[in-house]
């Protein structure tokens, strides 16, 4: 039983590290204000026509989406 449930909560974070190290450009939209904690290469932040850099400990505002 322990064991299942193990392999639940491993399976997400195995792919978000599959992803990072993969370098695959994903395209995410933040529904809730949230704080980068890990960045791979550059990535930008796009808000309707704007665009900026987020680095590790950047607040990502709802709406906006990563590139």
Known sequence: ???KKLKIV???LFIIK???LSSL???A???VAG??????G???IMSGSATRSVFKGDLIHAGE???
Do not use: R
């Open 29 to 31: 939209i933040a529904d």
């Open 18 to 20: 599959t992803m990072l």
């Open 25 to 27: 450009h994903t395209l």
């Open 35 to 40: 704080q980068i904690t890990a960045v791979v």
């Open 65 to 67: 989406i990563i590139v």
């Open 10 to 12: 491993t399976l997400p």
């Open 42 to 44: 550059q990535v930008e």
């Open 1 to 3: 039983m322990f064991l």
